[in-house]
């Protein structure tokens, strides 16, 4: 589902909340596989058979890349739903993120990939969010 499609869907209000509680649930995952992989990394004996040394290897090198994965994410979210927040107020009447949006422009140098255009559902101000 594209940036423009979502917020229309759930209005921006429960699309931004969304955003933080999926980018808060990427959090947890990257510190829980920190943990995992701090955990097998500490277990490694390094007189044990071949076998175990290699699967304890294995399952850090998964926790490692499942924690720079999520912490990818979790930036990549927040950024993108800070930033269109920052341009979510209405410069003519000030009422914070009630707006519609008009026209969604594919523009991949955008935070979202797209730019919006949209308009205040208060006074009717028409603005763009790029």
Not at 54 to 63: D, K, M, N
Request: aromatic residues 10%; glycine residues 8%; charged residues 20%.
């Amino acid at each position: 589902m594209s940036l423009a499609e979502a917020i229309s869907q759930r209005g921006f209000r429960r699309w931004y909340e969304r955003q933080l509680i999926e980018g808060h649930a990427y959090l947890v995952t990257g510190l829980l596989a920190m943990i995992m992989m701090a955990i097998s990394l500490e277990m490694i004996e390094f007189r044990e058979s071949a076998r175990g040394f290699a699967a304890l290897l294995l399952v850090g090198a998964a926790g490692s890349a499942l924690t720079m994965f999520a912490w990818r994410q979790f930036t990549y979210l927040l950024a993108r739903a800070e930033y269109i927040a920052e341009r979510a107020t209405c410069q003519a009447c000030k009422v914070y993120g009630r707006f519609a949006i008009r026209r969604a422009d594919d523009n991949p140098q955008a935070v979202g990939g797209c730019t919006l255009h949209v308009e205040c559902r208060k006074c009717g101000h028409r603005w763009t969010i790029t």
